[in-house]
């Protein structure tokens, strides 16, 4: 295992209880601390030996990868999407589609990791609370792994494909009469009694394994560095993961600039587009947060303060976007690109649009937007937001009258 400590992000206190989320001195969030020392003397080719996905990047990872709790999870397509940067205006745009992992979102990445540090920790029970795709992937990794799971789900705010997944993998799926932000507060009660193991981005794990995305990234456009990546933020932990993986990057030379981490909001449930704006390093929380994009309906995001000083730290920019900005995103994906993304993953794309017709985003850029879950997910908005099928009699003429139209 690749040696590490867990530290605090605020105070820098070294945190040795392996059961806390935030520093026990001043309730800071936690970070982890890798010694890339050895990684040094490596090259992304000596890595290429093994297949692209979270463990070919095993050295930048705190967990024994001989004892990996793992289903095959990154390695996801980065598709070069030549229709979207021509009609965006861009010199060149790729879609990384995280919606191809084994449980279809970038959770994945996190949970093979967390999980695997809960049962280095020999937890018993797993536990978070989650809009939808993080208690689909913890209740997947916690049935490979053989451990009890408890999720706790915003009520009626979940999208039928990831109920369906929590249900089906057999986690204990409680459903919260409040929103996400209440629904976390009571996880985070439950693992403060030590009554299960808190596997929410709050974990400093779950972001360790979420830096992958930004390693395979690289990879995938062999180490032509972007300049600019685009991301959905909720709970605002997967864009401070990939800031991360670049500093990282960056220590072991590999990479010698960043690219400018972009963060992009639904318009209701915006706390860290509003912060941007402002120029403020802390956020104020969004009570009754709404957007159609349940998963980033998020009022009070955790690592909110992370996200902003990734997008401050590298040069970046953050902005909302409304529903329908959502919606005409998501469709344009799916019909220009064949790609189907769920209506949270669309809002990076929407934001690229948004952003280029702002006239922040330049016609010289080249963009990566990370497409987070697969559209399969919610499929009731994107039935609601399509034209019904077409009634058609059992007959050849009916079938021509209606393709002649
Ligand atoms: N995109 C999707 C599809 C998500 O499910 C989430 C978060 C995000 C983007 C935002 O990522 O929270 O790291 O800023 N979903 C969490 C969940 C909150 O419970 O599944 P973030």
Same mark, same amino acid.
């Given at each position: ?15 040795e ?12 969030? $936690? ?9 040094k ?27 990996k ?7 996801t ?6 229709a ?12 990384? =589609? ?20 809960a ?6 029970i ?11 992937? $913890?209740?997947?990794y916690?049935?490979?792994a053989g ?6 789900l915003?009520?009626?705010k ?6 369906a997944?929590?249900? =089906? ?11 996400f932000?209440?629904a ?5 009660k ?8 808190l ?15 930004l390693?395979?990234?690289m ?19 997967n ?9 990282? $990057? ?44 349940t998963a ?23 902005e ?12 344009l994906?799916?019909r220009k690109?064949?790609? =189907?993304v769920?209506?949270a ?10 952003l ?7 016609r ?16 009731e908005?994107?039935v ?5 099928p077409?009634?058609c ?9 209606? $393709?002649?139209?």
């Open positions: 295992m690749v040696s590490h400590r867990v530290l605090c992000w605020d105070c820098g206190a070294v945190i209880d392996p059961f806390v989320s935030v520093c026990p001195k001043c309730k800071g969030l $936690l970070t982890v601390k890798m010694d890339l020392e050895k990684v003397e490596k090259s992304p080719e000596d890595l290429r030996k093994t297949p692209i996905g979270v463990w070919r990047y095993s050295d930048f990872m705190p967990v024994d990868a001989s004892k709790v793992s289903i095959q999870e990154g390695g397509p980065l598709y070069d999407t030549k979207l940067a021509e009609i965006v205006g861009v010199k060149g745009m790729h879609v990384k =589609f995280e919606g191809l992992n084994p449980t279809g979102s970038f959770k994945d990445r996190g949970m093979t990791i967390g999980v695997t540090r049962k280095e920790l020999g937890a018993e797993v536990g978070c609370a989650s809009t939808g795709n993080t208690s689909a992937s $913890l209740a997947a916690a049935a490979k451990m009890k799971c408890a999720v706790f915003p009520s009626g979940v999208a039928a494909g990831k109920l997944q929590a249900l =089906f993998y057999g986690a204990k799926v409680l459903s919260i009469d409040g929103n932000d209440d976390l507060a009571l996880a985070r439950m693992s403060e009694q030590k009554k299960l193991y596997l929410n981005s709050i974990n400093p794990y779950r972001p360790e394994g979420q830096k992958s995305v390693f395979e990234i990879d995938q456009l062999n180490y032509n560095i972007p300049d600019r990546i685009v991301l959905p933020v909720g709970n605002a932990a864009i401070w993961a990939v800031y991360k993986a670049l500093t990282e $990057l960056e220590e072991v030379g590999w990479i010698d600039r960043m690219p400018m981490l972009t963060g992009i909001q639904a318009e209701g449930s915006a706390p860290v587009a509003r912060a941007f704006d402002e120029e403020k390093k802390d956020f104020i929380p969004v009570e009754n947060p709404e957007t159609i994009a980033i309906r998020i009022g009070n995001p955790v690592s909110g303060r992370k996200a902003l000083a990734a997008i401050y730290n590298t040069g970046g920019y953050s909302t976007v409304s529903d329908e900005e959502i919606i005409a995103a998501q469709k994906t799916a690109e064949g790609v =189907f769920e209506p993953s669309a809002a990076s794309v929407a934001g690229i649009i948004k280029r017709n702002m006239g922040i985003i330049d010289d850029e080249t963009v990566v937007a990370i497409c987070t879950g697969n559209g399969l997910k919610d499929p908005t994107a609601k937001y399509s034209n019904p077409i009634k009699a059992n007959s050849v003429e009916a079938v021509n009258k209606i $393709l002649s139209d």
